[in-house]
């Protein structure tokens, strides 16, 4: 800040001290309020306040009653009562003195009228109904000043069923002449579009008109509602780009009235909202909004030179929006700059700022981190704990598994000095992640036990429960995982021989499982040794009775000898007869099993994989035997509430039908959860443009579901860092095996040579920080895995896990760039039906897929390339070999000046044949086109309501020049799902062995005798179902996703609905597609 | 988005409230004794943002009086910190050189003029002269 600028900044304050001149115009000292202020100033006790506003409340309600009080004297009770709500003391005898006042009053009296009622009371509060009259009465008087009050109401609260007996008002004032009139319905329409959007929706082209209105103030105030409606729909909105870009142009060339200004910033925070609005659109965009984009943007970087806050904040708003859109090099460059100048400052808020920004762009640039090592080193030993605390969130997105280590270490050693529960909590989260993204035995177990101890009961409840779920699922390596467990016994016996009763509950919890788990693994160790740590866990008088069944849950796994089993029988006297149930009951467990081994090693079988079947399909014989003796069939209880509801003739719970409803959305949504949180977890927290890539709008669970593996994080980001690479200085080619040390040799970052021992420190730090940031990315963008031995991975059962698929494309992008190049080279040199070989497309042009799901559920063979026969595609004809077949529409994914790309897909038996035809667009002679087309086929690994699918083309212009596109294209699972033929007989089969299954009531699609049939026939027609057969009011139905993985569907019209049963051998294969069905229903 | 605008005096008194997200009358002392404890405590030198719970706190001193902002995670905090200043020049503005007295005591015009600036917790006006339009015009009116 200028010096001018920070002697205005401390001059002001000492205006705002107590100290004042009596006599101040419009200080009303001896009034009622006054007395009341001065009171309360002079009070030293919480208590005389309580008593001193009490007899305050008394005398304001005696007043208000009475008929003789004046309209003014009723103003002076309002501020009065204002004043001691605001003290935390309720005066609701109040509120409907504050409407009265709104009705009756006049100008000052009648805005406090007003004033006192969007204070007092909420939204939904039933006394605002009497305020609709005051605002109509209002809108309609010809004093503008109680038109503008009203609309200024009305623009802070209106209860939503009301909003249509005002509405042709407020559109009418839209056309007044005065611009504060204009601008406050503007801004009363932004609230209701905010409370009941579906009531404003007609007047869409009045919003366009205040965009386009001439005063610069109404203008602004439309920008709220076109910022909400830009959030939630960016794609409507791509057309009116070019307007924001040609309104901020003029805001920044100064072409507002000087009034606009602050300290000289022409209208900062109007530019702030329409580079926001700005980032929104051109947010996923490809390319051609964000490009008219970019002038303005260089321009806003440019003005905003001048030494004051507000540009600062112009300014880091600019940085995010260009880090936002499609990228362009040079505003990159610029924009990195701008970081740099905001980190360096010696200003903590800019500091701050700064760091804000770094961590969102090292989220599409980590090797922006590089160059800020050393600045980034200092603020970890920042003396301020926020500043700290944000380059902490910083470290968490750059995270590899090299540095992880270190910044683990960074983080637990926060915790440690940080007393907010709300940062432990999140941070112990983070730590949590990091430590199982990128697991190593000893660092592992010791890392966790940090953070259950620093966690303690506060932490995510599915921290531990997912530790317990690695540890016991495994990794690749049974070695390893039988070091690990060991690891974690060894360290958990010494724990519980210090002192225990330290321990948080969820840890002793986390211990006594393992134990009872693992402890077999150390041969050394008796079980009786154990089994007494444990019990004197149990006297422990800290220790909860939940704790206390899990310690009880491990001794029975434990009771082994004869040692063993007089611990247990002890133990077991003693809480047999406890007054908590669940401890009772663990206790006679205990009990009968220490006695019966043989019965144990049944029950609790030692290492073995932990299967639990869900849909109970072990108990079919034993149902089945049951309704052939005659019993009823099961229904679940919403089905049994809503046969309740119908059996009585007047139901009392009119409500009552729409339970299901809201359940079976429930369920979904929370069945989506793994896949979509795999996407979220794997890029942390609050990444929110990564994490909506994956199409996750509906659940954001706190939960650390990982994306595993070595790459784990940055293999999702590959496409990103290919778009950053164009930013980057050429730096010289660097092995993969380089370690740190070369790094900082590379940073840009001045390193003076003799450097005095505390920097040499801090450069440890910094190449252990940021080993691996740059030739990380640039190795994994070439397919080869890093050698990193000492991490090891999970296994491939386990549900969350990617990795192979993820190295097996990236093995593919090698192997198939060589496919593709020479396809493409035949194609291009070769072919006779190309009349003029482009010239633009030289013989290197390779394109590459992968999958963007997070869970990298789709296989890839690329050996399917049509080999050595490529064929030639005019217009939007198919390949030759896929013409029988049909074949989806052709869609453009995305171009640039040389090349087009367009893809479809075609269904085939066994897989989905993805083609795509590379044209290239920018030849002189525009009749021969030159195409190139691809054909990959699609494989469903596991399961998701969508398939992703992303990838590459990069080719070599003749120059020399290296280009590449990105592209990515979304498929529903519905294009995977083939019909299965079975019989009756087979389908029941079947049935019986399957075990994952889901259960739901879909809507009928008529009413008629017929729905039932109907119904299916959509679904057939929709999803490609078969249509087993249909008995009476039930229907079966099969299908396969298209290797060997059937979905068998029991459909019975019940009360209206369809009651849907859904089996399959395949875990989440039901839940995608009933919901696909369901959206197939709803479609419909 | 803004959640909430606090003005306090340095004993921790409350001078103005406003919310712009439903808080409970009898969660607000609690929240505001917090808020306060948080930005009271902080030295001179520290960063003018603090992190509370899930959202940021943002304060500006004026001689015995603090400003407290608290905002979403998405808020940009220097735009935030500035308006605080837009504001207190606004009010200096209209009362002649503010000194905190008038603030205490003219609680329906400040609350008035915030009305003008900060709605639904989005920032409408800045612009000092069309944010003091309305309050001049009802107390001309007042007047004749």
Known sequence: MSDVVEKTLTALPSLLSLDSQPGSAKLSSTSKLGNLIRGITELTSKHEEEKLIQQELASIKEQVSSPNTSMRQMKELMVRAIYCEMLGYEASFSYIHAIKLAQQGTALEKRVGYLAVSLFLNESHELLLLLVNTVLKDLQSTNLIEVCMALTVVSQMFPKDMIPAILPLVEEKLNHPKEIIRRKAVLALYKFYLIAPNQVQHIHNKFRKALCDKDPGVMTASLHIYAQMIQEKPEGYKDLAASFVAILKQVVGGKLPMDFNYHSVPAPWLQIQLLRILSLLGKNDQRYTSEIMYEVLDESLRRAEMNHNITYAILYECVKCIYTIHPKSDLLEKAAKCIGNFVLSPKINLKYLGLKALTYVVQQDPKLALQHQMTIIECLDHPDLIIKRETLELLFRITNAQNVTVIVEKMLDFLRISEDDYTTIDLVGKVAELAEKYPSECWFIETMNTVFSVGGDMMQPDIPNSFLKLLSEGFDSVEEDKKLRLFAVDSYVSLLQGEPDKLPQRFLQVISWVLGEYSYLKEELQPAAVLRLLAKLLDTKNTSSETKSWILMAMTKLCDGEAGVSVAQEVSETYSSSLDTVLRQRAHELQYLSQNPELRSKVLPRDAGLEVDSSLSFLDGFVSEALAAGAAPYKPPHQRQEELAQAKALSLEPYGLSLPISMSSCSIADRQSPTLLSISSGLSGDSTDLSLKGGSTTLKLDGVKRVWGKEGYLAQREPLEEAAAQVEVPSPLRSPSQTGEADNSHSQTPIPIPTPEPEQEKQQLASSLFVGLSSHSSVSLMGKSEPTPQRFRRKAKSPSSSLDASERISNSLVSSTSTVDNLLCDNLLDTSELAVPSPSLTSQLSQSLTTANGSFDVQLTESDVKGSSPTLVRDNGVAVPLSGLSHSEITPLCSDQSLDLSVCHVQKEEYLALVSCVCDSAVQELRSLGVAVCQYSLTVKRPSVHVEVVGMVSYQLPVGTHQSVQFSHKLPLTSFIRPLTVSTEEYGKMWLDFTNDTKQNLSLISDGQESLTATLNVLKKKLQLHVVEIIGVEGIVACRLHQDQPCLMHCRVHAGTLAVWLRSPVPDLPDCLIYHCQRALQEH | ?144
């Open chain 2, 1 to 144: 988005m803004i959640k909430f605008m606090l003005m306090v005096n340095r004993q921790g008194q409350t001078r103005l409230s406003r919310y712009y997200t439903p808080v409970e009358l009898s969660r607000r002392a609690v929240l505001e004794a917090d808020v306060v404890r948080c930005c009271l405590t902080r030295k001179k030198d520290q960063c003018s943002f603090v992190e509370y719970k899930d959202f940021k706190l943002i304060y500006r001193q004026y001689a015995a009086l603090y400003i407290v902002v608290g905002v979403t995670d998405s808020e940009n905090e220097l735009s935030v910190y500035e308006l605080v200043h837009n504001f207190v020049e606004v009010l200096d503005k209209y009362f002649s050189r503010v000194v905190s007295l008038d603030i205490m005591f003219n609680l329906d015009r400040v609350h008035i003029i915030l009305d003008e600036m900060i709605q639904n917790g989005h920032i409408v006006e800045t612009n000092k002269s069309r944010v003091l339009a309305p309050l001049t015009a009802l107390d001309k009116m007042a007047d004749s």
